[in-house]
């Protein structure tokens, strides 16, 4: 059965903090993705990597930076939570080849207080 | 540019066909998904089209494509409870390492 697993369900943090969020996939796919998630604005692209230590902006990338360095563990840093961060982050996978599909994790809520 | 749009909510009785719209408007689109999301889960993938397709049928689920109006429409049969949750039309484009543009979501409530 394939994975995406994010590392936490709910986490709650304090404005200023480091937070880090981990995602790993057992499919072996080339690209992974960090999307979040709010009522009414659907999934929004934060980051976006193809390939180990490579990696793309997104839509909305101010605030976040990201790390690759296995190709199956793409994790997503808040340098310094702040409130307006506080949402649903979801992370997923997909295969640069046939249908390009993708996988997701079960998504990890956080509340930065 | 990428830019998916839905409408935000549909209620439909039990028993009857919903339909769920989306427009994109790239048109170097290769692949069109259907997502669904049910409450405190994460996106699990109902259906795809390729763009060269105009119409797909899968069980109870029938996706039309019309590329001239970049529309893209999930028609869901005998809509049952289990189908209230919330749906994602996505595009992806092959020449960009098929990364995945969202629409906001259709949040689909059916009534017993």
Same mark, same amino acid.
């Given at each position: ?113 | 540019?990428?830019? !998916? ?10 028993? =009857?066909?919903? !339909? ?33 397709? *105009?119409?797909?049928? *899968?069980?109870?689920? @029938? ?5 001239? =109006? ?10 049952? @409870? ?23 979501? @259709?949040? !689909?409530? !059916?009534?017993?």
């Amino acid at each position: 059965d394939v994975k995406v697993t994010q590392s936490s369900r709910y986490l709650v943090k304090r404005t200023g903090e480091k937070v880090f969020l981990e995602c790993v996939q057992d499919m072996d796919h080339e690209n992974m993705f960090w999307y979040r998630q709010d009522p009414g604005l659907g999934l929004r692209l934060i980051y976006f990597s193809y390939d180990v230590k490579m990696k793309e902006k997104g839509d909305i990338p101010e605030g976040y930076s990201v790390s690759r360095e296995k190709k199956e563990r793409f994790s997503l840093i808040l340098e310094s939570a702040s409130t307006n961060q506080t949402s649903m982050y979801l992370c997923a996978s997909s295969s640069r080849g046939f249908r390009g599909e993708a996988f997701f994790g079960q998504g990890t809520r956080l509340t930065v207080v | 540019g990428e830019d !998916v749009e839905q409408s935000l909510f549909l209620s439909v009785r039990e028993g =009857d066909s919903s !339909v769920i719209n989306c427009t994109y408007t790239d048109s170097s689109s290769t692949y069109l998904y259907w997502y669904k999301q049910e409450p405190g889960a994460g996106l699990q993938l109902l259906t795809y089209i390729f763009s060269n397709m *105009d119409m797909k049928q *899968d069980q109870r689920l @029938t996706v039309l494509l019309n590329k001239k =109006d970049k529309h893209l429409s999930l028609r869901i049969a005998d809509t049952q @409870t289990g189908d209230s949750a919330i749906y994602f039309c996505a595009e992806s484009i092959s020449a960009a390492g098929n990364k995945l543009t969202f629409g906001g979501g @259709t949040r !689909v409530l !059916v009534k017993p």
